[in-house]
């Protein structure tokens, strides 16, 4: 070639350069977002994030750039919120603003907008309104959801009670225990722990924990506007997502057979009545799909929060003895040995009930919460954040907030106790996220957790197999959840 035409095809590379960099500062100032790293084109900030371990990069992000910055996942921008301030003054202060909810992409090709936490909108609303009525005011055939809980926790004794003193793992039975409680609500009867259907149920749960949490599923929700075109690992998780879907679609179909709208008796047949209501609405949003993933999203959040929780509480209470002695102690004065804890007790027990809080805040179970959306063009601390934007409200960045909580790297029941030993709210306190969006089962999460320490505990001493100082507390790598570590116990009969 002449150096004439090479010289020719060096400019055309470099004006292309040029135009492509310019092209890409145009979309990148676009609605002014907070400052970040500069992204590259296409790969956005590729070299700042290891999508192996996206919060600690997030949170070295946040070291540079303060508690609102802005990455780039590829060409999506991403609004990073960081610390009690500004994750309350978006989710609480401009709460309508920033309601809306973001699907990861490794769950976009099941959900496409449906089920209760995914919707948006109207659709999101109604769903809500309706899941919530269920959840916290619906008899359920002849026993509240207290009762069910109390049920429940019985048969998790009775389990403690076959170790017979001898160590064990209490991963599963604590895991099959919280279980039950979504079960009952949502089927309208517990499993026995063994039944075949139930641990096939719990083995999909499991596997679906672990697929959205490999390297590989985090770097596709990173990446997914490029990889969605190409076959990968990503699409075990549909597969996975879509047998949990046909589980329950097969429940919906066992109840149709058998339905009385005027006795409901579960979660299903609520909603079949709301389906029948609507039936001549085209546009109601009441439908088998929104049903079966709802059925979906409901057993998936209800089963594993409280689950590691529990493990996470039981393992901080065989480190720190001291806390469980005086748990003891209280539940002895307040409930005494001789009648089942119920929900009205907590009011009387502000030290078993910091002690739950603090393990929620330790445990710290979504460290980076769900994505949301802005609804609107949104105006946030001088920035303009478009419609559409997605936005980390980083969790655990609150829960270890330094101005709220004393030594938050450290676990303490103080943290939740006024100088008299009385219960202390703290409106840092957010496992449950906050504002409009903040989770549906709250409540009876909360509900579950006291009634099961104060069950386990008003019948057991917990002991580990090793010295209390030597307990490690480190949560296990896990792709968007902590999860507290492997361990065995002695349960000894108080």
Known sequence: MELSGVIVCFLAIYLSYLLLISTWRKMYRRGHLPPGPMPLPFLGNFLQIKTA???????????????????????????????????????????????????????????????VIFSNGERWKQLRRFSLTVLTSVRMGKKSIEERIQEEAQFLLEEFQKTKEQPFNPTFCLSRATSNIICSIIFGDRFDYEDKEFLALMQLTKKSFVEISTPWAQFYDVYASYLKYFPGPHTKVYDVLEDLRAFMAKRVKKNQETFDRNAPRDFIDYFLVQMETEKDNPGSDFNLKNLELTMVNLFFAGTETVGSALRYGILLLMKYPEVQAKMHKEIDRVIGQNRVPNIEDRGQMPYVDAVIHEVQRFSDFLPMGVTRTVTRDTQFRGYMIPKGTEIYPMLSTVLNDPKKFKSPESFNPGNFLDENGRFKKNDAFVPFSSGKRICLGEALARMELFLYFTTILQRFQLKPLVAPETINTTSLPSGFTNIAPFYQLYVIPR
Request: charged share 25%.
């Open 53 to 115: 371990e996206t919060f600690k990069s997030l949170k070295k992000l946040q070291e540079k750039y303060g508690p609102v910055f802005t990455v780039f996942f590829g060409p999506r921008p991403i609004v990073v919120l960081c610390g009690h301030e500004a994750v309350k003054e978006a989710l609480v202060g401009q709460a309508e603003e920033f309601s809306g909810r973001a699907t990861p992409p490794t769950m976009e090709s099941t959900y496409r907008g449906h089920g």
